[in-house]
């Protein structure tokens, strides 16, 4: 090819000079040269900047549930059989005890309490026959705020930051999860909170929500705009919330969703000039999964133990004058002119949500070991009002006999205590199974309890004429859990 015989024109045609003749030529010629001076000196169009560190933070990304009866149910139940298709979601996955369904139809509202199985779960209260038919729709509806936040690139004057997220296709605005975007919720301008007014940006206005499709808003996506006065300013970052006292709505499970596997959505930002035109945008992606359900399994417990106290403990207000251990009270050589004062501790732990009850009782009064019918008295008090049932001082040795007071460590409940009612020592019986009589509290909780503790206190002080010899009696102690 010659040069001189080819002229490359502005589309990037070749064409031969020699097949051009006179005026023709020379104008193609003149055409060509203004052409390119215009294209040298017209910048290029550019596609808008992405802006920077851009996100969208969501409050939880837990899917909403989108369930429906499998087959008809029955009114008053609390069970509920799962459909395994035909809705978004088709087992129990991302359903937990606590959660509200909702029946779409009725408004009904239940409370789920535990998850049986893959297709079954039951709820605190009977089903009411209008949920009861085949294919009733039930939702769980899960609501989440959006964080936005980006870093500018320009510096754009009197303009406004847009925010789009992904709208479901149809009925995006009832109320209800849509399968394939956020449900606007009926959301309102107030739930949307601009960014904070820096350099550059001298005043954001109240917040806008357009449903997808409202005015301003094309079909498709939601809309949320803070619109700015200033000359702007680039690399700032700026951050805007959707969602307060109303909430978009999360996604329910999308066509063909794998469990486990994250649905994701589009959420567009953009920065538009005072005309409205998109001068800086970027698209993230959101990612809408089902939360993790964690299962154990805690067995009921209860601990219950006696420990014995050494002399000189001083317990219901008294030094103890023996030693004892977790299965002995060995009160040695009793005294005809002084108590003779023991002590164990007892304790108690239980997960049980009810709590317990401890009991006591005793087999017979103290007996001689050779001959059961010579017994050392149970004490009757100072003013023989003393039973298994009643306390009453007992202060003085003239009142001779066995008994036992409390201390309250950090039991939750005792049935008495030794210095109640400004007493010294307030004592009873110990119930005892000869006499028929029943086992009595002496401490409880209706809750819970970590190690509460009482001390049992023994007292015994005999008369002059108490028959020498060995005595013995079996007392017990039974810890009983509410589960």
Known sequence: MKGKNWLLTNSGKMVKMNKMKGKKACWLLLG???????????????????LTSAKDTLETSRLSFDGKNAEALTADST????????????????????DTIV?????????????????????????????????????????????????????????????????GASTNNDGNPDQDGWDFNSIADGDVT??????????????????????????????????????????????MTIGSTTKLLNPAPASGHTEGTADTYSVIIDNLDSDDVAVDSTTVKVAAIESVRVSATVEPTIDFSIAGLSVGTTACGVA????????????????IGSFTNAAQQLEVSTNADNGYVVTTIENDQLSRVDD???????????????????????????TKGFGFSLQN???????FYYNESTRTF????????????????????????????????????????QEAGNYWNVITYRATATF
Not at 142 to 163: D, E, L, M, P, Y
Not at 199 to 218: H, K
């Open 320 to 335: 103890t004058d023996v030693t004892t251990t977790a299965t002995t009270v060995p009160l040695g050589s009793l005294s």
């Open 194 to 239: 601009c960014p904070a007014d820096v350099a550059g940006y001298y005043d954001f206005v109240s917040g806008t929500a357009t449903v997808s499709g409202g005015t301003g808003c094309a079909a498709g996506y939601h809309c949320f705009e803070c619109r700015y006065s200033g000359p702007g300013k680039a690399n700032q970052s700026l951050s």
């Open 426 to 465: 307030s004592a009873r019986q110990f119930a005892a199974t000869t006499d028929s009589e029943s086992p009595q509290t002496i401490f409880s909780s209706t809750t819970v309890a970590d190690g509460e503790d009482v001390y049992a206190c023994y007292r015994a002080i005999v008369g002059a004429t």
């Open 103 to 167: 029946y779409v139809g009725s408004s009904n509202t239940y409370t789920v309490s535990q998850i049986i199985s893959t297709t079954r779960f039951s709820v605190t209260t009977g089903l009411a026959t209008a949920d009861t038919d085949a294919a009733d729709e039930f939702v769980v509806k899960r609501t989440a705020t959006h964080t936005i936040s980006f870093t500018t690139v320009s510096a754009i004057a009197n303009g406004a930051i847009k925010v789009r997220v992904k709208a």
């Open 409 to 415: 460590i950090d039991a939750a409940s005792v049935a």
């Open 79 to 98: 069970i509920i059989k799962m459909a395994t298709s035909g809705a978004p979601s088709t087992s129990t996955a991302n359903l937990f005890p606590g």
């Open 372 to 398: 059961s019918t010579v017994e050392i008295p149970d004490t009757p008090g100072d003013t023989s009002t003393a039973t298994y049932a009643v306390s009453d001082e007992w202060s003085s040795t003239s």
């Open 32 to 50: 060509l040269m203004a052409a390119a001076a215009f294209s040298i000196g017209r910048p290029q169009e550019l596609d808008s900047a992405n």
